[in-house]
């Protein structure tokens, strides 16, 4: 097994440390992986990328990923960007942080509204909903090898008192949401 995964949005939305948590959830499982940030100057809302690859074996391949198997989409306004879709495999899946699911006939498209999540849970910095914990609960049910125990894990390892409880829970309810 060897799952390449893409993850776009804007600095400031967690798509870095939601990489990486991805990692770890699946370390935890098991396997093997690594995360590789991508990113100009360090400000908030700039374009941010992040490659995570996982598979059951020590991973040897190093740099971005170009085909991934997965993408997810942190920022509803990337998501008709054509370097979000670029590469993605045909068949492969686009997750995205919209309300509703856009079209793309080529991929498997899944729509879950982590920002509506952040907001609920009080997850909001400098007036910005951060949508890593939520998009990170939606990814794992979706590459279906990353259970809930294992992202409780991550994310209560990350935050504790009210933050991580608010990150827990927005982790978990797009966990559960996601293939509602």
Same mark, same amino acid.
């Given at each position: 097994m060897f799952v390449e995964i893409r993850l776009h949005g804007r600095g400031g939305q967690g798509i870095v440390t939601a990489s990486e948590m991805? +990692?770890? =959830?699946?370390?935890?499982?098991?396997?093997?992986g690594q995360s590789i940030p991508t990113f100009g100057a360090e400000r908030r809302g700039a374009p941010v990328v992040a490659s995570a690859r996982i598979s059951d074996r020590e991973v040897r391949r190093h740099g971005q990923v170009y085909s991934p198997d997965f993408v997810a989409v942190f920022d509803p306004l990337f998501v008709f960007r054509k370097e979000v879709t670029e590469g993605l495999k045909e068949e492969g899946t686009l997750l995205v942080n919209h309300r509703q699911k856009p079209d793309f006939p080529q991929?498997?498209?899944?729509? +879950?509204? =982590?920002?509506?999540?952040a907001l609920?849970?009080?997850l909001v910095v400098a007036g910005w909903a951060v949508v890593n914990t939520a998009m990170l609960g939606a990814l794992s049910r979706l590459l279906g090898i990353i259970s809930k125990r294992s992202v409780e894990a991550v994310v209560s390892s990350k935050w504790k008192g009210d933050l991580g409880s608010k990150n827990l829970k927005a982790a978990l309810d797009a966990f559960e949401g996601v293939l509602a």
């Open positions: 991805l +990692i770890e =959830a699946a370390v935890l499982e098991g396997y093997h991929f498997r498209v899944i729509a +879950i509204d =982590a920002t509506k999540i609920e849970n009080g």
